[in-house]
């Protein structure tokens, strides 16, 4: 996963591509072709030069404000939050944290975007997180 970040914000992310391949149950009976079951391979472009670019539209959009009243001296914060804090350099302030939480936003819930898709839904989602909750998902 690679990611290009413009300050904190993801814009977006590229991933190595997949092909479809046909897998065998190895243990139990002979399946038939209504159960063979296709899982994804990566597949090594490194011998091809040709890049596909695919737009994917992310449905989901969750917003979390971190609930974190805590007062943190200028030398005092914690190194796995300092990353995350935007602090005001002259008066030591600091803003309040939000969170684009994609966590449970898997794959197979993104929409491929091409020349068939003509309208799109998107649930906006606002709301508190806390401190303990948003360190487990980062």
């Known amino acids: 996963l690679k990611q290009h970040l413009e300050g904190r914000f993801l814009l977006w992310y590229t991933r190595q591509s997949q092909k479809q391949i046909k897998r065998r149950v190895l243990l139990g009976g002979v399946p038939d072709s209504s159960e063979s079951q296709v899982t994804p391979e990566v597949v090594d472009d490194s011998e091809d030069d040709s890049v596909e670019w695919l737009a ?75 401190m303990t909750k948003w360190q487990l998902f980062m």
């Open 56 to 130: 994917y539209w992310k449905p989901n959009i969750t917003i979390n404000l971190i609930a974190d009243f805590t007062q943190y001296p200028n030398t005092g914060i914690p190194p796995n939050i300092a990353p995350h804090l935007n602090v005001d350099p002259i008066t030591g302030n600091y803003y309040p944290t939000i969170y684009f939480n994609e966590f449970w936003l898997l794959r197979d819930k993104l929409i491929a975007l091409n020349e068939t898709v003509t309208e799109l839904t998107l649930n906006l989602e606002v709301g508190p997180i806390s």
